[in-house]
């Protein structure tokens, strides 16, 4: 899944997104708030600003990720 699909399910409304494979994408700016990302692969993954609160980041793979601004209230 690219970050288009992403956005695209996200604004249907999905917020299960276990697993997903993001490596180097850019979400900055996105507001991906009670997103799962459970396990996901965010490698080098560009969330500068990105709205995250209440967000699942359980055993995410934040390695080289930018997190400059990003929200990152009440994660689970």
């Known amino acids: 899944m690219n970050v288009e699909e992403l956005l695209e399910q996200y604004a249907a409304g999905k917020r ?3 697993e997903i494979n993001l490596v180097e994408a850019n979400l900055s700016g996105i507001d991906l708030s009670e ?7 965010l490698y ?9 609160s209440s967000a699942n980041l359980r055993e ?6 930018n997190l400059r601004e990003a929200n990152l209230r009440d994660l689970h």
């Open 44 to 52: 080098r993954a560009n969330l500068c600003g990105t709205e995250l």
């Open 60 to 65: 995410v793979n934040l390695i080289e990720a």
């Open 35 to 41: 997103i799962n990302l459970r396990r996901a692969n």
């Open 16 to 18: 299960d997104f276990r």
